[in-house]
């Protein structure tokens, strides 16, 4: 029986699916090379002979990833996973809410090329490549992000940036950034005088508690107690 594929290939098929793109389906050859890249994926199938295969997706400006990285760094949530090296279901929405989809939706926004001789579109190498990019996303799902314009250490470094010199939330806040206090940051400083006021007695709060309702061999529970707590806040080899 067939596992089911994780969250990030099995949407990413769904995407294929609004594009056209129809798997499982007959693929043709052996993918011999694959490389994702900002905006495109390029590939070599072995079919008999080699045919070059392309698939191109408009990849995010930098403009664009500045305002997906100002919004992944405003939610803890995210961010936490993103730099323990997982990628959340949360940045498909994130994207969408800056208006810029991860995912594309219509075979418009996408191009697909094979130095085949075949007509249609995909063809079978075409296909076959497809398959192979979401046993890839499976495996990485930021290769999703990669096809965007971002690859995993890049976007992860930009975050940390991001999150390093963050202005602070209040506009009248005027607490120096970050950046700028690390030499003195854990820097104790002098420690503050001791307050001095009326010491109260360690058994203090067994006069407080109500009467036990038991005793135990004819002695009230609570001057049972009143030892062990006198105990407990002797200085140690007094």
């Known amino acids: 029986m067939t596992e089911p594929l994780p969250w990030w290939p099995t949407r990413f098929l769904r ?16 993918v011999v090379s694959l490389e994702v890249g900002a905006g495109r994926v390029d590939a070599e199938v072995e079919d008999g002979r080699p045919y070059q295969v ?15 990285t100002y919004a992944l760094a405003a939610k803890a ?18 994207c969408k809410a800056v208006r810029l989809p991860l995912f ?5 926004e996408v191009s697909l090329d094979c130095t085949c001789p ?30 965007r314009g971002r690859n995993r250490e ?13 202005e602070p939330l209040d506009p009248d806040d005027r607490s120096p950034a970050l950046t700028e ?17 009326p010491r109260t007695p360690v058994d203090a709060l067994l006069d407080q508690a109500p009467p036990f309702a038991i005793t135990s061999g004819g002695e009230d529970v609570t001057e049972l107690l009143r030892p062990a707590y006198r105990a407990l806040a002797e200085e140690p080899g007094a």
Do not use: Y
């Open 15 to 30: 995407a294929l699916t609004a594009i056209g793109v129809l798997l499982p389906a007959p693929g043709r050859g052996r």
């Open 54 to 68: 392309r698939i191109g997706l408009t990849a995010f400006g930098k403009a664009d990833w500045a305002a997906i």
């Open 77 to 94: 949530s995210a961010t936490v996973l993103l730099l323990s090296g997982e990628l959340p279901r949360d940045v498909e929405q994130i």
């Open 104 to 108: 594309p939706s219509s075979a418009r």
């Open 118 to 147: 075949d007509a249609e579109v995909p063809c079978g190498h075409l296909n076959a490549v497809f398959a192979a990019l979401v046993a890839r996303v499976a495996d990485d799902p930021f290769t999703v992000l990669a096809l």
């Open 154 to 166: 890049t976007l992860l470094e930009e975050l940390k940036n991001r999150l390093i010199s963050a």
């Open 181 to 197: 206090v690390m030499d003195t940051f854990f820097a104790c400083g002098q420690a503050p005088a001791p307050l001095h006021g």
